[in-house]
C-alpha cells in the first residue's frame, strides 16, 4: 500500500524521461557523445526557448503564418483544429474557456449518469418555440475522444467542481471524485 504509489511514480517518471531523452539523443549519439539524460535536458531547453520565442511578437507572427498555411491544407485542417480545440480545452492556462462547467447528465439509461463538461449552448427554433440547448462533452477516453449531447438545462446536473477539478476526475478514472458532490441550483427532471 506504501510502496505502490511510489512505484508507479517512478515508473511513468522513468519512463517520461527516457521518452524525453530519445528526442536528441540520435544528435548526440552521432556526435559520440552518449551520455544518458543530455537528450532529456536537451529537449526540456528547447521547449523553453520555444515557449519564450513564441511569446514574442515574431513568434507570434510565425505560428500564425504557419497556422494559415495548415488551414488551407484539406486534410491537415481537420486534424490541426481539431487537435488545437482539445489542447486548448485542457490547457492551464484560465483565459482558456473551452470547458465552460462540470456537468452531470443522465446517459446512457434511467438511473445511469454520465460526467461531461458543458462546451457551449445553441437555441434550437421548433414549430412549438425555441428552446435553449447546451452541448455537453462526456469523455469516454481521457480527454480526447468522446461524444457530444444538446441537452436541455432542465437536464444537467451541475456540481460543485471547478472544470480543473472535473478534468482531474476523468483523467484519474473517477479515483479523484469527491466522497459527496452537492449540485448548483438545477431544475434536473427525475
Not at 26 to 36: K, T
Not at 66 to 80: A, C, D, N, Q, R
Not at 105 to 127: D, N, V
Amino acid at each position: 500500500v506504501i510502496l505502490f504509489p511510489l512505484i508507479i511514480t517512478f515508473y511513468f517518471t522513468w519512463w517520461f524521461i527516457h521518452f524525453v531523452d530519445r528526442f536528441f539523443s540520435p544528435i548526440y549519439d552521432h556526435l559520440g557523445i552518449n551520455i544518458f539524460g543530455v537528450g532529456f535536458v536537451t529537449s526540456i531547453i528547447f521547449i523553453f526557448l520555444v515557449g519564450v520565442f513564441m511569446s514574442s511578437w515574431v513568434g507570434t507572427s510565425l505560428l500564425a503564418l504557419g497556422e494559415w498555411f495548415i488551414v488551407k491544407m484539406p486534410l491537415m485542417s481537420y486534424i490541426y483544429a481539431a487537435s488545437k480545440q482539445i489542447s486548448t480545452a485542457i490547457s492551464p492556462d484560465q483565459s482558456s474557456k473551452a470547458f465552460k462547467e462540470v456537468a452531470i447528465i443522465r446517459h446512457p439509461q434511467i438511473g445511469e449518469y454520465a460526467f461531461g463538461f458543458i462546451t457551449s449552448s445553441i437555441i434550437l427554433r421548433k414549430s412549438t418555440g425555441a428552446e435553449e440547448l447546451f452541448c455537453v462533452y462526456v469523455p469516454t477516453n481521457h480527454l480526447y475522444l468522446g461524444d457530444i449531447f444538446l441537452i436541455n438545462s432542465k437536464d444537467i446536473l451541475r456540481p460543485n467542481l471547478s472544470v480543473r477539478e472535473g478534468i482531474e476526475i476523468v483523467i484519474s478514472g473517477g479515483m479523484s471524485i469527491p466522497k459527496l458532490l452537492t449540485t448548483i441550483d438545477s431544475e434536473f427532471n427525475l
